[in-house]
């Protein structure tokens, strides 16, 4: 009971991490150079630039949008879903506003503002993407969402199951960029915008995802029953009993196969935790995957 409530905690704890360094990202690299790089950052963007207001400012915009998605998640994806987005819906707001302040010239001589103007658009684009990347790596390894695009994506797909999610989720960060090129009408801070993109999806395969967003995981356990059943019911995935013999005991053994996507990953180890935290597990990236429930 300890150990699941100090793993409920770390993982807690890279949510958080992982959302602040996002809003510090947006709020000081992103925002302050109309750099549209898709989520609700970009589509705060558009809208401020569409609808002024002394009242929408670009943190109320991101506070509306970003809670407006996470509501989304709740009708459409269910509880479950909701509830791993709730952290970061509640400080990615909360952060922006925050780490706004930090670009004031007033603060520390305007420490956080780069110099010289004319130049600062290239180390904003890299700086932000890097540190964006960074950050959606380390929620994800908490178990967490970033809500936002992936909420809208994910919501997609579930009444057009034929479609991928990363697809989908590319396709609606790509048609924010093209937003961004036709309201705001300046190509430089379009291109910038999308090496940012491209550097914080780069990141966040480099950190987490490796070359595939699906796993395997190979497992060897006195408690297999156990473990098997907790996989079926709890994430809701097949699984594929093999058998085996211990090259050095000569015991006959069982080898319990899971395939499993990158969303399930803390998922898996709480339930190899809670169930037996002497298991001999494997896990390897997968380069595909094709099949039911996964690419056709």
Known sequence: MKKDFLNALINIGFVAAGTLILSFAVAVFILPYNLVVGGMSGLALILHRLVPSEILTLDVWIALLTWATFFLGLLVLGKAFAGKTLIATILYPIGISLFSKLTSPTLWGGFFLLRPAQSA????????????????????????????????????????????????????????????????????????????????????????????????????????????????????????????????????????????????????????????????????????????????
Not at 148 to 158: N, P, T
Not at 170 to 184: W, Y
Not at 223 to 231: F, G, L, T
Not at 264 to 276: C, F, P, R, V
Request: charged share 15%; aromatic share 8%; net charge positive.
């Open 121 to 296: 658009l290239i180390p904003a684009a890299l700086f932000g993407g890097l540190l964006i990347g960074a950050g959606c790596a380390l929620t994800f390894r908490g178990g967490g969402s970033t809500g936002g695009s992936d909420i809208i994506a994910f919501s997609i797909c579930k009444y057009f199951k034929r479609l991928r999610s990363s697809h989908v989720l590319f396709a609606v960060d790509a048609v924010t960029i093209l937003l961004g090129m036709a309201v705001l009408q300046d190509f430089t801070l379009s291109l910038l915008g999308i090496l940012s993109a491209f550097l914080s999806a780069l990141v966040v395969d480099k950190l987490f995802l490796g070359a595939s967003r699906a796993f395997i995981a190979q497992i060897v356990s006195q408690k297999q029953d156990a473990i098997n059943q907790a996989v079926i019911t709890r994430l809701h995935r097949t699984t594929t009993l093999l058998p085996a013999k211990g090259g050095y005991s000569g015991e006959e053994k069982t080898l319990l196969q899971i395939s499993f996507p990158l969303r399930e990953y803390a998922a898996l180890l709480s339930i190899l935790k809670e169930t037996d935290p002497d298991a001999f597990v494997t896990i390897l990236r997968a380069h595909e995957i094709n099949g039911e429930g996964w690419t056709k």
